[in-house]
């Protein structure tokens, strides 16, 4: 099962809880793109911070307005290049290692994409994923 993040609140708590094992089966983030930062001394890693899509957001989130950062390989950022700009709205299947987030793959949504999930998200059967969520988690 995979774990659907949209609060980075909710994401930097998990991050921290797991920092001693070595990572989350599947963690996938959905946040929206507020920068692009390169990591001094490794030319093959970026983060890219991002923040939580305010639409997404539930009455029981841990959201603080806070960013999280995401550390992007290589062959990810290139594929991303193009697309990827401030105010994207980015699906990240990652993974928590040492603490720290790692994306195994990202990808950029259109706006019908961010629609669908919002539907999906706000209907009952995408409360009871929260609900599943919330005890795995």
Known sequence: MSLIVVDMGQAQLLAAKNSAVMGLDRLRIIGQCIGIELISGDAFKVKLVVQSV???????????????????????????????????VCDSMCCVVEGEIEAMDVRIWTLSDLKAFREFWNSSTGRQWRSINATYG
Not at 55 to 63: A, G, H
Not at 71 to 76: R, S
């Open 54 to 88: 305010q639409e997404l957001i539930t009455r029981e989130s841990f959201d603080n307005g806070s960013s999280l950062e995401i550390l992007v390989g290589e062959q990810i950022y290139r594929r991303c290049l193009g697309a990827l700009v401030e105010g994207s």
